[in-house]
């Protein structure tokens, strides 16, 4: 992490940032919540700066159940609430 | 008076430490704050989803997170959350 901080945005773009959390997170079980409030659980295949999700071994889950299971799932980013580890980094 | 802080030099400050943030809709997070970037998404961990309704207040448990800065409202550096 940078010293003195003119620029406090430099400082947040070191380790704990969002950048590094995607470079770790990739090959992860997370769970990716979208605005609606299902959650997709799954294996991180990949992801980009939109937050544009690919996930492998993914359920779909609603209101506390499980909906739906698919192979291969596509979130487009602008949907996505958050993502979240489910097994630790 | 008091030298001028920005708000994102407010936020940095923050890291390390737990932080409590609003969304725009019913719901809030509570975390520590592990980093964050230009648009305010946000790196938490140790985190509590807090889904606020008139029935009452949903709470979930979750690992490391990337929180979506598109949503957030408000933060409050050092808060415990809707039901401390």
């Known amino acids: 992490m940078s010293s003195a901080s003119p620029q406090p945005e430099e400082a947040a773009a070191a380790a704990g940032s969002p950048s590094e959390f ?23 295949t990949c992801l980009d700066g939109y937050m544009n999700v ?17 192979g291969d799932c596509f979130l487009r980013g602008n949907n ?9 980094l | 008076m008091a030298s001028t802080i920005l708000p994102l030099e407010l936020v940095d400050r923050c890291i390390g430490s737990p932080i409590w943030v609003l969304m725009k809709n019913e719901r809030e997070f509570t975390g520590t704050l592990m980093g964050f970037d230009d648009y305010v998404n946000m790196v938490l961990k140790d985190v509590k989803e ?4 008139p029935e009452g207040i949903t709470e979930t448990e979750l690992g490391q997170t990337l929180l979506n800065g598109n949503n957030i409202a408000m933060l409050i550096p050092g808060g415990k959350g809707p039901k401390a």
């Not at chain 1, 997170?25 to 997709?40: A, C, M, T």
């Not at chain 1, 958050?82 to 097994?87: D, G, H, K, V």
């Open chain 2, 50 to 53: 807090y889904e606020v309704t």
């Open chain 1, 80 to 88: 996505v609430l958050y993502i979240s580890a489910l097994e630790d």
């Open chain 1, 22 to 44: 995607l470079k770790n997170i990739v090959g992860k079980r997370v769970k990716v919540r979208i605005g609606s409030g299902v959650d997709y659980h799954g294996l991180l």
């Open chain 1, 54 to 70: 690919a996930l492998e071994e993914t359920e779909e889950w609603a209101n506390g159940r499980k909906t739906a299971e698919y």
